[in-house]
């Protein structure tokens, strides 16, 4: 196997924030941006890639999903790597290793810099405790959106860090107040939990309290097996979320945990499981917010098992859904394409 050349059109796109794949790309001519939201700011943000430079380096080798989309601004000649071929290529030529070195460095010392402003403090903040600190930032200043982001950033950085049993706490916590007021602040006029709009049911015992902020123990097993998943730790992952149905329904994390059961399969490779379980939760809710997600793992299953007709059915199907600007649908887009390549 060899690195592949790619010709990209202008206003293309090579990848899509949460896209997950272990490909590597080098710019050879023309223009890519990489568009991201800034931490601090919480504003869409775009880097230019430099001729000769590597990028989508970090998710590739971390097996994490794509922070940024890449964007293709005018029409490039773009070296495609899988990591085996980047590390060999890597190996063999210290530059190669010394500029991503630089490049890192550069990004955790911008992510410093950003925590020191947000703090306003001449103290020095180590990245892992200044990203813990950005989210109780932005929750504290009801803005959970932002605080979402950075705590679910932590989860993926420091799956087991110092802060990862608060981080979990506080993520359902900004997840309850968008779940109540969206990517707005409460009215001024409510003085407490009284003055707030019932949560309903079983699930208003999830939530953290308005008076104290602590989490239910349903809440922390939930985000406690999620970490396990960005560790890629499938079966543990498996296990924990399994924990959670058995220990009887729940409106909300029952059907949370059934989701990401169904998604650890595809990770294990259990494919034919997976698409059972992702079907079944299709027919139980049709209307279930993440049903296009659901859709596209059974496709990615249907193709993993070489089917690939059923494969490319499924994603035409969930692009039929729309709409054009939907996340998943772009990223569906992109696996129909290059599904159709490997066809052609």
Known sequence: MSPKAVQYRANSIIYFKGDQSDRIFLLNAGKV??????IETGQEVRDLIKMGEFFGVKSALGRYMREETAIVLQDSAVMVFSVPEFEQV???????????????SNQLRRIHRQVQNLMVSDEQVNPETGLYKIGEYYLKNKRPGQALYAFKRYLVYYPTGSYATEVTSKIVQAEEFLSRYGSGTPPSAAPGPAALPPAGGPRASAAPS??????????????????????????EAFKAFKKILDGGPDPEYSAKAE????????????YDTCIKSFTAIAQKFPKHPELKDALFFVGRSYEEKGDKARAGGLYKKIISMGPEDDAVVRKVKKALRTLEGEKA
Not at 33 to 38: I, K, P, Q, R, T
Not at 210 to 235: D, I, M, R, W
Request: charged share 20%; glycine share 2%.
């Open 90 to 104: 890597a190996s063999k030529n210290t530059r190669i290793i010394a500029k991503m070195l630089t490049v890192f």
């Open 259 to 270: 989701f990401e059961m169904a998604k650890c399969l595809f990770y294990l490779k259990q």
């Open 210 to 235: 308005a008076e104290t902020g602590e989490t239910s123990e349903l809440a922390q097993h939930y985000y406690n097996a999620v970490s396990l998943v960005s560790q890629e730790k499938y079966l």
């Open 33 to 38: 941006s990489l568009s991201y939201v800034d």
